[in-house]
């Protein structure tokens, strides 16, 4: 079951936060953020495992929300460098080896 | 470590011939994963392998596709008889489990791009 991610996409001025949803309908073990550039791989940005704590990258982080099953990505202050499509890769408690992706967040930040 | 490398980076086949990708993961992951990914949308899973068992393949992969992990290191995904809707990014990742088989963040490999005409 793929998590579902909201927005499906969001523009941004430099220097403005915006935050990206992940939730799943299964109990999450884990969640994984990633960002992709048009034409790249997506690149591993964080994990949160079940139990665990806040994460955070440079200003990007992220918390894990077990009772509700959502994950969310917090971009702070946001660069130009940001701009790309964030995925949040779910493991859930009764399938431990896939890893299942939503459809992606469009993220344009702008000068 | 030069990180999970695939090949060949990009592929224009006619419908109906095979085609075969192949992946060589970062040294020591046991973790082999395949995804498909189309413009637009996130990787979609295909198939994983641990060492060279092949744990689990999605119901969206046809019989016409194939992976393989030799002695558990490089990887293969075959297609035969490749129809248009085949065209596709096809993405490989890896990554090390823990000891309870759990997972490590996943690196994925540049992609190989298909294209069926």
């Known amino acids: 079951q793929q998590p579902v991610q909201s927005p499906q996409a969001v523009i941004l001025r430099e220097g403005e936060d915006a935050v990206i949803n992940c939730s799943s309908s299964k109990a999450l073990y884990s969640v994984h953020w990633y960002r992709q550039k048009h034409g790249e791989a997506p690149v591993f940005l964080m994990i949160l495992l079940k139990g665990g704590e806040q994460k955070g990258h440079e200003k990007i982080s992220a918390s894990f929300n077990e009772k509700k099953q959502q994950s969310s990505l917090y971009l702070t202050a946001s660069q130009l460098s940001y701009s790309g499509t964030y995925f949040c890769?779910?493991?859930?408690?009764?399938?431990?080896?896939?890893?299942?992706f939503g459809a992606g967040t469009q993220v344009v930040v702008t000068p | 470590d030069t990180g999970v490398s695939q090949d060949p980076r990009h592929k224009i086949t006619k419908r109906g011939q095979n085609v075969t990708f192949r992946c060589d993961p970062i040294?020591?992951?046991?973790?082999l994963y395949w995804y498909r990914q189309t413009l637009g949308q996130g990787p979609e899973f295909l198939t994983y392998?641990?060492?060279?068992?092949?744990?689990?393949k999605s119901r969206l992969l046809s019989d016409r596709f194939s992976a393989e992990r030799p002695k558990g290191s490089f990887s293969t995904l075959e297609i035969q008889r490749t129809e248009q809707g085949d065209s596709a990014m096809y993405l490989c990742a890896s990554s090390l489990t823990d000891r309870a088989f759990l997972n490590t963040e996943a690196f994925f490999g540049q992609g190989t791009r298909l294209t069926v005409v």
């Open positions: 890769g779910t493991v859930t408690t009764d399938s431990w080896g896939k890893l299942q």
């Open positions: 392998f641990q060492n060279e068992a092949q744990l689990e």
């Open positions: 040294s020591e992951h046991n973790r």
